[in-house]
């Protein structure tokens, strides 16, 4: 791919959405649709002993309830595969679990057709919070090196300080939905995923037919953000009323069952200890992370070391960690899901220590750099954590903040705090295929993996191809989340663009040399589309497959027969880490009676390797901004300790930032490609763009106020 950096381009999805014309999954019309609802179960923890349906089949409308009995037996397990998720059961692990799924004629039949459903149950003690008598920990192994215990012990500066993180939920504004429809022995399913390959798989096993005959269709998702990365339980239950039944069948969660049945981000515990030098270098990093997870759960506690242990060249790290098993459901990814807790934590002691050192926080952080990641002794590519430090501060105006907490005031009295916190994030990669067809009659498709969710990866496929073929950009059609396109592979962890538009590169470069092979030296005027079609050829089309660094054709394989093949988890490559990089610099006022917090402005530099579509790496940023902002200042999923559901189950009570919240988010990028990292020299800039700005944030409350406060969300009480 060519060095030159891109010019911006509108979002070749734009128009449509504006003018309400993209079709998310509950949009698609199929004849004689049926439309389903789901009875939830109403205790924490149990078994469901009784199940009456009676009444619910006496409501107009309502064609059939599906109860545990309706269920086939589990799938054996399969090896080095993870296991689907379960279906309808009687054995209840969480308030809130589906037990029935009612189906009508109409929404309104099948509500009430729900809410007729009566179910007896054998309730068992629960436990849904760190401070429950039954709540216990499981300890699990994290990053160690070097020896962590000396290097504190003779540190001249030693911090010790426990901080803590909400439980959030995701929200993203598309619901959690599913129409399935079968026809001539094959399943066809509508719903807006991360991970469409899995469904088709999941569903397969569960439902005991071939992936083959299972095509999952998910062209545009409204939100992702981690919560749409697995497979919900009501997804094959959908499938299976549709077969049945013998007609499509509809279910869209409504949202306060969207809170209890899906995966969210647990409250954690994060207790640190650090250790520096007289001159500043930190030399012993002590972290123990401390998770909320369901009795189940395999969401891993060791990953919050991911950021910590590599963002600083620190030499002695000793990580911990753990789970609280409670009865809720499983924990999961969420935008930035570990990196940004403990970046909370992790920067938040930074600038204590920087505080206790005497030294300016950014000058801390740019003295403690590192070329070696000293997690594994690889080296670092393209690390610029520095550069975003230094164009940040210029941006921002750093230096003319004064260090001492309370000092800088606007003439009503408002208290003006200034904070700062760095960011890194795994720039990882997954093998990809894709399909290029250039047609004759001017239109040119392209199939890929990956998944539209409003990030922008349609856009950045199509700068890469507008860049590398001479064809018509408005007839441009680009397929992403269709399994009968083309391969799938999850969109998460920041590798959407990685993965996407470097195989988008290639297709394009193979498609070049395909048409000058076939024109054979002939001088053909025109456009690809114009050359096809003076030597009359409908069209031309081609295959790329592109595996990660470090990876071979098995890996492509394995994708192509549904599993994961992720490479640089964590940044980790052979012989070598790549990471994204940002620094947040933060400004916020204190109201002077009412300590309200404001932010007027927040200045963001990435470095994400090339910029591929700046417009919508610019959205990113600002959206993981705002983000961060209300994880900071507004957001905490409630558990209610009686009955063990979550208290503030809608937007109605779960607070999220409102345009009065923000002011102005400036955001800027390095913009230099990272070779080393993938072809395009592309990195990821979706979740390291919320790593960092909760903690600069609450650096920027102590600056103002000299208060320090270590839990989120910050409230207002707490600065009275």
Known sequence: MSAT?????????????????????????????????????????GRMTEIGVEAALRVP???????????????????????????????????????????????????????AVRADYAAAPFTVSFDDPGAVRTDGEAPTFGDADAALAGAAVRLEAVYVTAANHHNPMELLSTIASWSA??????????????????????????????????????????????VPRHTAVVALAARLTGRPVKLVL????????????????????????????????????????SRAGRYPAAWYHAGPSKAYGIANYRGTCGDIRL???????????????????????????????????????????????????????????????AQGAERFGWSGRRAEPGS????????????????????????????????????????????????????????ALIRGLRIDPDRLHISLGDTSTAPQHATAGSWGTASSVPVAAAAAERMTA???????????????????????RPYLE???????????????????????????????????????????????????????????????????????????????????????IGAALREASEVDPRYGGWLNADIAEYHVPVNADIGRIDVGFIDEPDADANPAGVKGVGEIAMVGVAAALANAVHHATGRRLRALPIRLEQLL
């Open 5 to 45: 950096p891109f010019t911006d381009r509108a979002r070749v999805d734009a128009l449509d959405k504006v003018r309400g014309r993209t079709a998310y999954a509950a949009d698609i019309p199929l004849p004689r649709l049926l439309h389903a609802m789901t009875v939830p179960a109403t205790i924490a923890r």
């Open 61 to 115: 409308g309502v064609v059939r309830v599906l109860t545990p009995a309706d269920m086939p037996p589990p799938p054996a397990p399969a090896q080095g595969t993870e296991p689907p998720p379960p279906m309808l059961v009687a054995e209840i692990a969480h308030r809130g679990q589906p037990v029935a799924l009612v189906l009508a004629e109409t929404l309104e039949a099948a509500i009430e057709g729900a809410e």
């Open 185 to 230: 022995g094959r399943l066809t399913i509508h719903e807006g995923t991360q991970n469409a390959s899995r469904i088709k798989h999941d569903v397969a096993r569960l439902l005991r037919v071939e992936p083959a005959d299972v095509d999952v269709l998910s062209p545009h998702v409204g939100g992702g953000f981690g919560q749409r990365g697995e």
């Open 254 to 293: 409504p949202r306060h069952q969207v809170f209890h049945n899906s995966r969210f981000r647990p409250h954690v515990r994060h207790s640190l200890r650090l250790g520096a030098e007289a001159s500043g270098r930190m030399v012993s990093a002590h972290y123990d992370s401390l998770q909320q997870n």
């Open 327 to 389: 009865d809720t459901p499983g924990p999961g990814q969420m935008r930035a899901p570990f990196e940004h807790p403990a970046a909370f934590a992790f920067e938040s002691a930074v600038d204590e220590l920087a505080i206790a050192l005497g030294r300016d926080p950014v000058a801390l952080r740019m003295a403690n750099d590192t070329a070696i990641d000293p997690s594994n002794g690889r080296w670092l590519t393209s690390r610029s954590l520095n550069a975003c430090l």
């Open 408 to 463: 800088m005031t606007l003439p009503d009295g408002t208290r003006v705090g200034w904070g700062v916190a760095a960011g890194i994030y795994q720039a990882a990669m997954h093998p990809a295929v894709a399909r290029l067809r250039v047609g004759a009659d001017g239109t040119t498709r392209y199939a890929s993996a990956g998944h539209e969710m409003g990030q922008g990866m349609s856009t950045a496929i199509a700068q």
């Open 514 to 536: 395909a048409l000058a092979e076939l024109l054979d030296g002939r001088q053909v005027a025109g456009n690809m589309h114009q050359q096809l079609a003076r030597i009359r």
């Open 542 to 628: 081609v295959e790329v497959a592109m595996a990660a660094p470090g990876q071979g054709p098995q890996h492509i394989e394995r994708m192509r027969a549904g599993g994961s093949a992720i490479a640089g988890l964590h940044g980790t490559y052979p012989g070598f880490t790549a990471l994204s990089y940002i620094a947040h610099f933060v400004e916020i006022h204190v109201a002077p009676r009412i300590p309200l917090i404001r932010v007027p402005r927040v200045i963001s530099v990435a470095e994400c390797g090339r910029v591929v579509s700046p417009r919508t790496a610019r959205s990113q940023v600002q959206g993981g901004v705002v983000w961060a």
